[in-house]
């Protein structure tokens, strides 16, 4: 039997996670990339430690591209693995791999939504809204910060672009209404939510592991 929700899942969402998601910014690598305290090779390490996170979510979402209800959130234009990977070279050369420890909090995060695209997917919702939305939403405030603060050309921040759109506001609206209407199609809404709270748990417990690593 389909849940009926009270509100849009987006809503719903944000609502659950609120109090997570100001931690997350006070926390680790996170506040120090904000306050402009952190070294490039925290923010190399941060973003070798987020490929791992980002190739799960995208290798189970494109899995999930013709189920119903999740096919809409296995939008290329949103997936940011590539991009990663170009920043990575830019910043630490084509031997980033060996230069930049992946730490366990890493892997952890990455089987948690490699777990989450196992039957219906339906985890991968609550994923895909923590990163992608959060992406497409703080992401440029924190590109301008690095650019400032670490002095980092486009080159280095490929990450908050989507150079599928022209609009990136427009994007944001879409997907986020893509993840409304995957809530529709919902069974079990409250474990879609408390997916999201742990996603933004392993975030944190990621972020504090890099900024110990980086010596923060």
């Known amino acids: 039997m389909l ?8 809503d719903r969402l944000r609502e659950h996670t609120q109090t997570l998601h100001v931690r997350a910014e ?3 690598v996170i506040a120090m990339l904000l306050r402009g305290t952190a070294p490039r090779s925290a923010y190399a ?24 209800g999740i096919a809409a959130l296995a939008d290329a234009s949103v997936y ?11 910043l630490a050369g084509s031997s980033w791999r060996a230069q930049l420890p992946l ?4 892997d952890r995060y990455a089987r948690r939504i490699a777990g989450g695209a196992a039957g219906a997917g339906d985890l991968l919702i609550a994923h895909a809204y923590v990163r992608y939305l959060g992406d497409l939403s703080g992401g440029r405030i924190l590109k301008r910060v690095l650019a400032q603060t670490l002095q980092l050309g486009d ?17 944001k609206l879409r997907y986020r209404a893509a993840i409304d209407a995957a809530g529709a199609s919902l069974a079990d809404v409250d474990a879609v939510l408390n997916e999201a709270a742990i996603a933004f748990e392993l975030s944190i417990e990621l972020s504090q592991a890099v900024a110990t690593a980086a010596g923060g």
């Open 45 to 68: 390490m941060f973003l070798a430690n987020q490929l791992p996170i980002y190739d799960a979510l995208e290798q189970g979402l494109t899995a999930h591209r013709n189920t119903p």
């Open 80 to 90: 940011r693995a590539a991009s990663l990977e170009s920043d990575l070279r830019a």
């Open 26 to 28: 006070r926390t680790g």
């Open 103 to 106: 730490l366990p909090p890493a």
């Open 3 to 10: 849940a009926t929700l009270s509100s849009p899942l987006a």
């Open 155 to 171: 080159e280095s921040l490929r990450f908050y672009d989507f150079p599928g759109t022209t609009d990136v506001d427009a994007l």
